[in-house]
Structures are given as C-alpha cells and as structure tokens.
C-alpha cells in the first residue's frame, strides 16, 4: 500500500520457514478440533481446499483468500493466477484498485470453473446512489468479464448510502449477485443502514489485526450475524508486526512463521481474511495455517497486543 512494503517483503522473507516445502506437497487441513468462531457455520471440515463460512443468506464463503489491493498490470495478473493454482478460491478486488481487467484476465487464464471461484469487488465513492451504484456494478462485470459477483460491497460509508444499497438489494434479487455487504461501516453505520435495508448486508470488511483488534465491532458484527472479514489481516507489517517478539516466539514455538500464524489468530476467530503477495513463495505460505493450532496461552498474548487504534490514520 505504501514505501514500507519492500521493508515489510524483506523482513517476512527472513520468517519463511519449511511451510512452501509442506504447501507444495499439499495443504494439509486438519483441524485439531474446529475452533471458536465468529457467529457463522465453518463447513468443509475435510481436507478438500480452505473451509468455508456460511454467511446468513446461506452462501459459502472461503475463510481465506487472496487480497489484490496495491498490484497492478502483469504483477496483479501474473500473481492472481498463481493464487488460484496455489488453491486459492476467494479472490477480492475493487473499482479503486484499478485492477479489475487484470483479474478478470486472471480467471480466465486460470482455466478454474467460475463456478469454483468466490469473487468480491466494491463500489466506489465515485459510484454513490441508486442510478450510479447500478452503472458501476456494471463497469465492474465488464471490466472483470464476469456475468455475476459472489460479494458486492459498500467500499465506504460515504455519499448516498441509502440508494446505493438499494440498487445492490435489487441486483442481488436479479440474480447478479450472490451476496451484498459493506466495508469499513462503524457500529452506527451499520444501525443506520439496517434501519431501511431490506437485505441484510453480509459481510462488513474492516481493518482488523492484532494490533486492531477491533472487540466491539466483533461483537456487534456477531450479534447480527453479518459476517467479519480483514482488508488488513498484517496491518501490511505497519509497527513491527511481522518482527513483533510476542508473535516471534508464538511462530517458533509452532515452526511457523509470524504471518501464518497472523492468519492462524483470524481463522481461530471466525474472522475472513484476504492476505496478499506478489511473492509466490508468500502466496503458498499463507495458505498452510490449517495443521497447527493456537492453544490458550497463544491467543491471550496476541490479544495483549492489542492498541485499539487503526494502524492507517490517513484513511480516517
């Protein structure tokens, strides 16, 4: 997202362990027992890909999948297409991240049967109101070559909240798509659309990390069993996250790395994440967090760590 991304690349290279060697021989899902979740049904509890969430429409959605914001060109394109080789089912993209065309381009290269891929994107600022909310879903189709999306989200809470989400209620009945949500909504933000929504949103994607914790939304999220997902699950290395000693020794302790197990805290929440990487190697890292488990000790220290303070001020 910014100049630190090299610095934050270099340092989680030096926590790349043994996990590409066990990934490449085949991701590994045992469970270990199903922890607590979010609010909503993990499914696919055998090793046959990345479990799933039921969201409250019924929908199944992948609890980790691949984030795009930040890449672009070939880079998006070339790393869109070893996400989904490395298993990858859950790929997130939005009109503001320039990308769509990109990975659009990537499906299709992929050769994956649409029907087994899991698509978010999200409507702009730009895009706010009933009329503009329907002409960006459609620029968005277009640019991705698709003929509907999984997930359609309010990108922020801003502009005409009440008629873009109007719009979305009537393409998700037409059939164009299959989940609708918002993104980065507040606890009151959430009220207020509930109050004339017809559809329940969801998903609410927010900047979540162990440094954010973000304990009330959890529990609000929870209460209206709208489901949980981080824009943000390494807070992009922001404040030593990928070197923090809590999560050093928790990584040691485990032969993990600092971002598998980053991953690992979501999951154990019930929290959808969407990591992303133009590295191949990071790519196949993050999706072998399924055959350890963090016990009691680890989850408390992690969430000691806790600032209750967003790590990207300049998007407040």
């Not at 943000?232 to 050093?248: C, I, W, Y």
Request: net charge positive; aromatic share 10%; charged share 25%.
């Amino acid at each position: 997202m910014n100049s630190q991304n090299q610095k934050n690349e270099i340092n989680r290279r030096r926590f790349l362990q043994s996990s590409v060697k066990l990934a490449a021989a085949g991701i590994y899902l045992g469970m270990f027992g199903m922890p607590d979740l979010f609010g909503n049904v993990l499914t696919d509890k055998v090793a046959k890909g990345i479990p799933d969430v039921k969201l409250n429409n019924g929908l199944k959605m992948p609890i980790l999948g691949f984030g795009t914001y930040g890449l672009s060109g070939d880079v998006c394109q070339k790393s869109v297409v070893e996400a989904i080789a490395a298993g990858y089912r859950l790929i997130d993209t939005a009109k503001v991240y320039g990308n769509e065309v990109e990975v659009g381009k990537a499906i299709k290269q992929s050769g994956i049967d649409r029907k087994q891929l899991f698509v978010t994107s999200k409507l702009w600022v730009d895009d706010a109101g009933y009329e503009n909310a329907k002409k960006g879903f459609e620029e968005t189709l277009t640019k991705l070559g698709l003929e509907y999306l999984d997930l359609y989200l309010i990108h922020r809470p801003r502009g005409d909240v009440k008629g873009s989400w109007k719009a979305m209620e009537e393409l998700y009945k037409a059939g164009k798509i299959k989940a609708i949500g918002i993104s980065n909504f507040s606890p009151e933000q959430l009220k207020d659309l509930l109050s004339y929504a017809e559809v329940k949103p969801a998903v609410n994607q927010i900047e979540t990390h162990a440094y954010f914790q973000q304990s009330n939304d959890y529990n609000v999220l929870k209460q209206h069993n709208i489901q949980m997902e981080a824009w943000a699950p390494f807070a992009e290395g922001r404040n030593g996250l990928f070197t923090n000693e809590v999560l050093t020794q928790i990584a040691k302790k485990h032969g993990k790395t600092t971002a598998q197990v980053s991953l690992r805290w979501h999951y154990q929440r019930g929290i959808v994440s969407i990591p992303r990487s133009s590295q191949k190697a990071h790519i196949v890292e993050n999706l072998n967090i399924f055959d350890f488990k963090l016990d009691d000790a680890d989850m408390k220290a992690i969430e000691k760590l806790d600032l209750n303070k967003t790590q990207f001020p300049e998007w407040s």
